[in-house]
């Protein structure tokens, strides 16, 4: 098996665990609250601003052969950028209102850290596990949700052939890029690994709960806010 066969099984119950949170059966399965909804779309929208120059961080230390795939990335996230703000003018929810809450503040600090201070390879081990723990978190919400659905675009984006073969590609390159680094590289992009698995679960629970800054009182935390919802 190559690297990345390797981690997803060894961190296998930690992956189901993501692929099993609460907040991807509600939204597959009609239940989610639009107030939970929500939450997630503002903080993921925060997200995926920082991811743009997470990207260029990359594409400035990419070999010639990955240059052209970076470009093609960032201009996707700029179009989900777009989706976001058009699926928020039609069940209007305010995107721009909300703070990073904790989690969400702590993901894209560690996106952006690995991006400027680690090697290539590891950094690239960010992005092919951030972008292979959506596309088939998606999934599992595609296979039964309504396709009368308002959320039903976001699945689409995620769960679609052509973001299953920009993983396939991340998945590939990330297997040539581990199998030319030393054993302690690979350690290293094998904790990488495990930390966005990590990550990306606890964003799902920021999703559900809200996992505001710890040490604050109520009148201080910020709550996403929403119009309709």
């Known amino acids: 098996m190559g690297f990345c066969a390797d981690q997803l099984a060894r961190l296998d119950k930690l992956w189901e665990l993501m692929l099993r949170h609460p907040f991807l059966l509600e939204t597959r399965d009609g ?5 939970r909804f929500a939450r997630w779309m503002q903080q993921d929208y925060l997200f995926v601003e920082a991811a743009v120059p997470f990207l260029t961080t990359l ?10 795939p970076h470009r093609e990335a960032i201009e996707a996230l700029h179009e989900e950028l777009d989706l ?3 699926r928020a003018r ?11 809450a904790f989690i969400c503040h702590a993901y894209i600090q560690f996106l952006l850290a690995t991006a ?8 690239y081990t960010v992005l092919y596990v951030a972008e292979k723990a959506y596309h088939e978190s998606w999934r599992v919400v595609q296979a039964k949700i309504d396709p009368g659905s308002r959320w039903l675009p976001f ?9 299953a073969s920009y993983v396939a590609y991340l ?3 990330l297997d040539r890029l581990a199998s030319s680094a030393s054993a302690e590289e690979q350690a290293r992009m094998a904790d990488l690994f495990e930390l966005t698995v990590r990550y990306e679960i606890a964003f799902w629970e920021l999703a559900m709960t809200g996992m505001e800054w710890p040490g604050l009182g109520e009148s201080e935390s910020v709550d996403p806010v929403t119009r309709g919802v």
Request: proline residues 8%.
């Open 31 to 35: 239940t989610i609250s639009d107030a």
């Open 59 to 68: 594409l400035h230390h990419a070999p010639p052969e990955h240059e052209t």
């Open 84 to 86: 976001f703000r058009e």
């Open 90 to 100: 039609t069940t209007g929810v305010e995107l721009d209102v909300a703070e990073p």
């Open 116 to 123: 400027h201070a680690r090697p290539y390879a590891e950094a």
């Open 155 to 163: 699945v689409e984006n995620w769960a679609g052939e052509a973001f």
């Open 171 to 173: 998945e590939q390159e």
